[in-house]
C-alpha cells in the first residue's frame, strides 16, 4: 500500500463521508462538523495560519487533520491541531504518525507551540508517542508541544 501525505485547498464532501460515518459510529462528531463547516465556509482551513492535510492510501482518502491558531488562549504563538482522525483499518501503521508529523512540520514556522485537546486515554498515549506533553497550561487543552 502506498499513502500519500498532501496538504489540501479543497476537500470533497462524499470522499470524506467513510471517515463522518465511522467517526460518528466511534461516537465523535467533529468530522461532521469539518464537512458542515468546510461546505458552508464557516472554516475551510484557508486562513494564513491554518492548514489541512489529508492521507490518501490507495488513493482512498483514511485520515484528515490540521491546525489552526489556538482560540482558547489569546496567544498568537499557540496554535491548535484540529479535527484529526485516522479510519480504524489504517491505524497503528505509521497514517496517525505521518499525519501528525505533517501537522507538527507546517504549524512550526508559524508557531512557538501546538496544543490539542482529547478525551480518550488511546488518543493520549498516541500524541504522548510522538512528543505532547499531558496537562497543557493552555485553556481547553489537555497535551501541548513546544516546536522552537
Same mark, same amino acid.
Request: glycine residues 10%.
Given at each position: 500500500?502506498?499513502?500519500?501525505? /498532501?496538504?489540501? +485547498?479543497?476537500?470533497? *464532501?462524499? &470522499?470524506?463521508?467513510?471517515?463522518? %460515518? &465511522?467517526?460518528?459510529?466511534? =461516537? ?8 458542515? %463547516?468546510? *461546505? ?13 492535510? +489529508?492521507?490518501? +492510501? ?6 484528515? =487533520?490540521? !491546525?489552526?491558531?489556538? *482560540?482558547?488562549?489569546? %496567544?498568537?504563538? #499557540? ?21 501528525? =508529523? ?9 508557531? &512557538?507551540?501546538? #496544543?490539542?485537546?482529547?478525551?480518550? &486515554?488511546?488518543? /493520549?498515549?498516541? $500524541?504522548? /508517542?510522538?512528543? !505532547?506533553?499531558?496537562?497543557?497550561? $493552555?485553556?481547553?487543552? +489537555?497535551? !501541548?508541544?513546544?516546536?522552537?
Amino acid at each position: 500500500m502506498s499513502s500519500v501525505v /498532501s496538504q489540501v +485547498t479543497d476537500l470533497d *464532501a462524499a &470522499e470524506l463521508q467513510p471517515l463522518i %460515518d &465511522e467517526s460518528l459510529a466511534d =461516537g465523535f462528531g467533529f468530522i461532521q462538523r469539518l464537512a458542515e %463547516d468546510y *461546505a458552508s465556509g464557516k472554516h475551510r482551513f484557508d486562513g494564513p495560519q491554518d492548514a489541512l492535510f +489529508t492521507i490518501r +492510501t490507495d488513493g482512498v482518502l483514511v485520515a484528515v =487533520g490540521g !491546525f489552526t491558531p489556538d *482560540a482558547y488562549s489569546g %496567544d498568537p504563538a #499557540v496554535g491548535r491541531v484540529r479535527r484529526v482522525y485516522v479510519l480504524a483499518g489504517f491505524r497503528r501503521g505509521g497514517v496517525g504518525r505521518a499525519l501528525l =508529523g505533517a501537522i507538527v512540520e507546517g504549524a512550526r514556522p508559524l508557531f &512557538e507551540t501546538l #496544543v490539542l485537546r482529547t478525551d480518550t &486515554e488511546r488518543a /493520549s498515549r498516541f $500524541y504522548e /508517542s510522538i512528543g !505532547f506533553l499531558p496537562n497543557a497550561p $493552555y485553556p481547553d487543552a +489537555t497535551h !501541548f508541544i513546544r516546536l522552537r
